[in-house]
């Protein structure tokens, strides 16, 4: 058998069909089934695309009210699983939510009895998928609470799912313009192709394991920086420039001395974290989105942060012509984070919070192909038959 060499990382290879979406890379696009999405971000309501993701169409208004109370439901989550992740995140001196989630959604399975998908039908998997896609903002904001003393907040029937999160997080109820500010990013960030958390999900997926057992691990991929950890990151760099700026620097300012500190960085042979994205060759529309978002809210960091966009896509441009460079959808979603009152090491587990409908919608698809997901290496070590 001839084998076939992949690019590396697997760069434009197809590997499978979906129907859940698409990312057009070349034309700054993407869309979740006949929609595009950041349209939906800005016209629809988190709980309608989830909907979409585990129906696959638009709901009536009576079926969005149903699905929504069954969301609400399902919020809750077992007293002996919150015991759980209250000492999980007391253990050790390092936070970490996205492990600590990890973690008590693997005791989760165990508990209630998560069986392998292989052996479970259509309507068990989406029913299975809602209620953990449900308790996750539950069980993050429980970990995150734990882990600086406070208790965990009762979840509430009268709120969304952004506000349900920010609840969860700040035991506060937001008030409704960060509430929906929230909410958009969650809409923004639902699904986004084959990127490394839903393609692991669905090799997982593909052996007929549990439905937790394939979010641990898109959880797992999704925990590196070059995947899901960089909002914090790109916040961060706003912070660098800011400081170097001095007390004293206004808006005006901003880009000059953005300018340096990209260079320096550049020079230094580091990473513009926020900056640049393996599919897109043009503006990242999550980014375009989220900066609307931000400047809807309003603050002195969103002046800085459009300024210094601005200042370091220059520097990019100049140090790579024939590879422009752009903020990615990780830099405008720490400053919206950041005004909405998420602490930041809370903003990449608020990326999860949205991706786990995705992953999910993913998995599901993928347990309905009966075939698992196993290719093969070409070996390049020394030759074979060397004596033993």
Do not use: K
């Not at 034309?27 to 988190?46: C, D, I, Q, V, W």
């Not at 500190?261 to 994205?277: S, T, V, Y």
């Amino acid at each position: 058998m001839t084998l076939i060499d992949a690019a590396p990382g697997l760069a434009d290879i197809s590997v499978a069909r979906t129907e859940l979406g698409d990312v057009r890379g070349d034309e700054g696009f993407y869309h979740y089934g006949p929609y595009p999405a950041t349209e939906l971000a800005r016209s629809s309501t988190f709980e309608r695309v989830w909907f979409l993701f585990v129906h696959g169409r638009m709901p009536d208004p009576g079926e969005l009210d149903a699905f929504t109370q069954e969301i609400r439901r399902a919020r809750v989550v077992d007293a002996q699983i919150l015991d759980f992740a209250h000492t999980v995140a007391r253990s050790g001196d390092r936070r970490r939510p996205l492990a600590d989630l990890r973690t008590v959604l693997s005791a989760l399975a165990a508990h209630q009895e998560f069986g392998p998908m292989w052996d479970s039908d259509e309507e068990t998997r989406r029913r299975d998928g809602i209620r953990l896609c449900a308790m996750v903002p539950t069980i993050l904001g429980a970990v995150h609470r734990a882990a600086h003393g406070l208790a965990p907040v009762t979840p509430r029937d009268d709120l969304d799912t952004a506000g349900h999160w920010l609840h969860a997080v700040t035991g506060a109820v937001a008030p409704a313009d960060e509430a929906r500010a929230v909410e958009q990013y969650l809409i923004a960030t639902i699904e986004h192709g084959f990127n490394a958390s839903t393609f692991t999900a669905r090799v997982i997926a593909s052996t007929g394991a549990d439905l937790p057992a394939a979010l641990c691990g898109a959880l797992g991929a999704f925990s590196g920086p070059l995947h899901g950890g960089a909002p914090d990151r790109a916040l961060d760099a706003l912070d660098a420039i800011v400081a170097r700026g001095g007390p004293g620097m206004t808006p005006a300012d901003v880009g000059g001395v953005g300018r340096d500190w990209a260079r320096d960085e550049l020079d230094a042979g580091r990473r513009l974290m926020g900056f640049g994205h393996a599919v897109y060759r043009t503006r990242d529309p999550r980014s375009d989105l989220l900066r609307e978002v931000a400047q809807g809210l309003g603050g002195p960091m969103v002046e800085v942060a459009v300024e210094a966009e601005r200042a370091v896509v220059e520097v990019l441009a100049e140090a790579r012509p024939d590879r422009p460079r752009y903020a990615n959808v990780e830099f405008y979603a720490g400053v919206v984070m950041d005004r909405c009152g998420l602490p930041r090491d809370m903003f990449t587990p608020t990326f999860a919070v949205s991706r786990v409908v995705g992953w999910t919608a993913n998995v599901i698809e993928q347990s309905r192909d009966r075939h698992i997901i196993r290719p093969r290496a070409t070996y390049v070590g020394p030759p074979v038959d060397q004596p033993v």
